[in-house]
């Protein structure tokens, strides 16, 4: 061995022992920190107050009112614990960002085989509600990619759930339970290899018929012109105006564009056929303007933007002024005040069969109305596994349908009138709805869209006592 080898072969060892050592530490740490959750668990066990989390942030869109509650110190668990390069794993605290992961994988030529659009989305997040993005026609929605999962039950007991063993119906019925089963301390998850930089095609369709045939034969064929893809979404602006965004990872690029301050994203779609970003620009391509909802801020006006600043032009910023305007309404008391027509906030994400895209687009605007409209395929990977709790078609493309922002409402018209009417739309065209937003299902609808019965079985078994607010309770009631 010549000097230089060894000493590229001390380096190598002294890098693996530092790396021993960090996940040595953060192992330890995560293990102080289940103890201190424990004794928290235990001092409000007998009490008669449901148990909830005391969350630095949130990305759910409904404003909960719990009141009465014993809060447990869940907002500590936010730490990578340990990313295995070669086996392309990443075990990660439950309340861990993904912007935190995503930092550290990148640095090892990784990312999460799926990762959610906006960066303050945590891992736990993800998994007890229902993540998507791009990859997703790959690699299914976030919970798919999980190995195993760290769980505190309702019973106060911490198990580990994984597909084969004694924990396994919490393993796949932990997604869309939303903390009504308990709460991921810590999830072991499925990394993919990147490279640097990330190819954008964009295609434009002025036909809803052609626009879904071609993204199924993308899908399908995973591949376009026969070069295979990595990622594909796209965005409908108006029924002469749709597009497909296909992602492709390179190695080199010959120029990269910037998104991150004055320059907009989903604008760019209108004046390309082709752009180049960075992996982890491309990553969080949409968390700047939160796809487009920046605009109901002003943020989109240069001068804005410019006072803004990029350091707050992301997701975050974002979340904390939605929290102030659930909170305080002073946007509502602004336009009660200018006598504006009155709306209705529709935030939502469906998920429809490939086949029924087309009618639900034409439902969607014909009676609501809502642009630009996000599209993400996605299918699930195994068609073996059965995800109790959102259960999706094996084999069946679905469409993700995301749709952000207020339609007019009418005089005499009943709370949710219209996100009622897209509810219904959706369960009779045999899509799934995601729950992270408002939701206005009678409580024998919901049982029969969200499988009650195994529900019910799961609940019985980790929060017999109910300590946990339920799944409807959460999620419809608000609780």
Not at 224 to 248: A, C, N, P, Q, R
Request: proline fraction near 4%.
């Amino acid at each position: 061995m010549s000097p230089f080898d060894r000493s590229q072969f001390g380096l190598c060892l002294i890098y693996q022992k530092l790396v021993q050592f960090i996940v040595m530490t953060t192992k330890a740490e995560h293990q102080r920190k289940i103890v201190r959750l424990l004794k928290e668990f235990g001092a409000v066990k007998n009490s008669s107050r449901k148990i909830a989390t005391n969350k630095k942030s949130t990305n759910l869109f409904r404003v909960r009112q719990q009141k009465h509650v014993s809060r447990l110190g869940l907002r500590g668990f936010n730490d990578v614990i340990a990313i295995d390069t070669k086996g392309k794993t990443a075990t990660v605290e439950g309340m861990c960002s993904y912007q935190r992961l995503v930092e550290q994988t990148l640095a090892r030529g990784l990312m999460p085989a799926v990762v959610p659009q906006l960066k303050t989305i945590t891992l736990g997040g993800a998994i007890s509600g229902v993540g998507i993005e791009s990859s997703s026609f790959k690699y299914g929605l976030p919970h798919e990619t999980v190995l195993e999962m760290q769980i505190l039950t309702g019973t106060g007991e911490i198990v580990t759930a994984s597909p084969d063993n004694d924990h396994s119906d919490l393993y796949y019925g932990f997604p869309n339970s939303y903390g009504a089963l308990g709460y991921s301390l810590s999830l072991k998850i499925s990394l993919v290899a990147v490279k640097p930089f990330v190819r954008i095609t964009y295609l434009k369709f002025e036909n809803a018929s052609e626009y879904f045939k071609t993204l199924k034969d993308i899908c399908d064929s995973q591949s376009w012109k026969s070069e295979k893809i990595d990622f594909i979404d796209g965005v409908i602006f108006d029924d002469h105006s749709m597009y497909l965004v296909l992602g492709l990872m390179v190695s080199s690029a010959p120029y990269t564009s910037d998104y991150t301050n004055q320059n907009i994203f989903y604008k760019s779609l209108f004046t390309r056929s082709e752009d180049y970003l960075t992996i982890e620009d491309y990553i969080w391509r949409w968390d700047t303007d939160w796809f487009w909802c920046s605009k109901n801020i002003g943020a989109q006006n240069p001068v804005v933007r410019h006072i803004i600043g990029p350091k707050r032009l992301n997701s975050a910023f974002y979340m904390k002024l939605f929290g102030l305007e659930a909170k305080y309404k002073p946007m509502a008391l602004v336009s009660k005040v200018l006598h504006k027509p009155q709306q209705e906030t529709i935030i939502q994400d469906v998920e429809l069969p490939i086949q029924a895209s087309e009618k639900f687009l034409k439902f969607f605007n014909e009676s609501i109305g809502i642009k630009p409209i996000w599209i993400c395929p996605v299918r699930q990977t195994d068609s073996k596994k059965d995800w109790t709790l959102y259960r999706l078609k094996p084999g069946q493309l679905y469409v993700n349908f995301g749709f952000w922002d207020s339609a007019p409402s009418k005089p005499g018209w009943t709370e949710g009138h219209l996100n009622r009417k897209i509810e219904q739309v959706v369960a009779q065209l045999k899509g799934k709805k995601s729950l992270y937003s408002d939701s206005f299902y009678t409580k024998d609808e919901f049982d029969k869209l969200y499988n009650k019965k195994a529900y019910e079985v799961l609940k019985s078994k980790y929060d017999p006592a109910r300590r946990y607010n339920g799944l409807y309770q959460k999620t419809v009631k608000k609780g």
